[in-house]
């Protein structure tokens, strides 16, 4: 493995663990949509292109705006 992979790999530990433990929802998936694009980096860094525009296409695009759309309707993302 690359100095790089690794580099990315330890940054996605932090971000996994940080979608865990941040109160604030809107940043938490703010989190998880910065962890879907490094993964997709990964992904990229492993020579799956295939895969790599999927997670960025549905993990960092789709989820999130999901994710958004549900937190405004419920009317959470205060505190």
């Given at each position: 493995m690359t100095t790089f992979s690794m580099i990315v790999i330890i940054f996605l530990i932090g971000?996994?663990?940080a979608v865990s433990v941040i109160r604030n929802l809107l940043g938490a998936i703010i989190v998880f949509m910065v962890y879907s694009l490094t993964m997709a980096v990964l992904w990229q860094q492993l020579n799956a292109p295939d895969l790599a525009i999927?997670?960025?296409?549905v993990g960092a695009g789709i989820t999130t705006l999901l994710f958004v759309f549900t937190l405004r309707r419920v009317g959470g993302g205060g505190k």
């Open positions: 971000a996994s663990i999927t997670e960025a296409a």
